[in-house]
């Protein structure tokens, strides 16, 4: 096809044999075949010269764009655009000049051999270091998943991760090299995960089971407080959900939380959309160290906590599309501080607790509008061998939408 001068081919694990005549006709045309050293060992002797990825792949991406006009294949597992490198390649050459043709991807590959619905199963790249922990959100009981392993010892972190959330009776199937001659196929359940000699190469596929002592990150706001690990310094659930319901994450935006403490706001935010970003504000390393764990255990690892304090700690962070201010961190000038940096159609949220900070509020809500809101939650408490009501501080919580921009 004229002006195509790229060709990206996704290859299996049978190779060029695998490949329809087109494919190896592009292959056999090509003056550079660019691919993993695993690839480039698939397709074996070509006339062109041979080039293998380097770290990282946007850096390959500037020496085939120099290349520009002269035939060259790009060499990937499956389909392109599947937690492939054809999204990598489209960032430096328009889809325009390409000419791209898919193999079947390792997920449908891994569905055709379990009878799994792929349409209804959860599908998961943890191709990458410190991804692992991106599943936590996606077990629930009943639920299939499939993710792609980064390396041979990921099956064991995923057996590891779900049997520490109470689904260690979850079945697992490591699906290794599959459509090719080294196909293997291995199950077990999370608890009794014992395989060992795990080819780099493999699909993770798992059929969730909740154990007696499961702990599902549900779907509403909310998480129960001992999900957290905590001093005390954590929004508590009830408060929590509706913080999060005034801060109305969308998907893809940014949140400023500031005084972090056990990171619960954040964490909630990002669970809200795979998209979404959070950079949290926290003066106590003990605490923003804490933040960062339960982070991690909650399935949200890219949480950005930066340790200091605010407005300080505010500068030259990238403009939020809301902002959160917990109990007892908002003053005058830290809430003027914040609108400030806000973008135009973006929300305001902050929490107060006492007389000093409620005085800040009400001066903001004359400012900038919104709604004001007074609640108190109280929970029932041991007194003695009987039960009573233990009124937790009563919040008064502000809510603003700066106007501009989707307000």
Known sequence: MSGRWLSIIGIG????????????????????????????????DTRGEKMQWRTPL??????????????????VSGDPFWFGAGVTLTRAIPIDEML??????????????????????????LNMRGLTPLLRRHVHHGRRILALALNGETPGEVAKLLTSAGYGPSTITVLEALGGPRERIRSTTAEAFALTDVDPLNVIAIDVVAGPEAMPIPYAAGLPDTYFENDGQLTKREVRAVTLSSL?????????????????VGIEWMLAHPANRAIGIERDETRAARA???????GVPQLDIRKGAAP????????PDAIFIGCGSADRDLIGTCWNALKPGGRIVVNSVTLESELAVLAAYHAHGGTLTRFAVERAEPLGKRMTWRPALPIIQWVSRKPGAGA
């Open 248 to 264: 109305q994450p969308g998907a893809g935006e940014l949140l400023w939380d500031i005084g972090a403490g056990s990171g619960s």
């Open 292 to 298: 960062v764990r339960n982070a991690v255990t909650l």
């Open 58 to 75: 946007d850096a390959t991406s500037q020496d085939i764009l120099a290349r520009r006009g002269k035939p060259v294949a790009v060499l």
């Open 312 to 319: 300080d700690a505010l500068d030259g962070l990238p403009s």
């Open 13 to 44: 694990e049978d190779g060029r044999a695998g490949l329809g005549s087109a494919a190896n006709a592009l292959i056999d045309a090509a003056e550079l075949i660019v691919g993993g050293e695993r690839h480039l060992a698939l397709v074996g």
């Open 100 to 125: 791209v043709v898919t193999s079947p991807s390792s997920f449908s590959l891994a569905a055709s051999r379990l009878g799994w619905a792929l349409q209804d199963t959860v599908t998961l790249g």
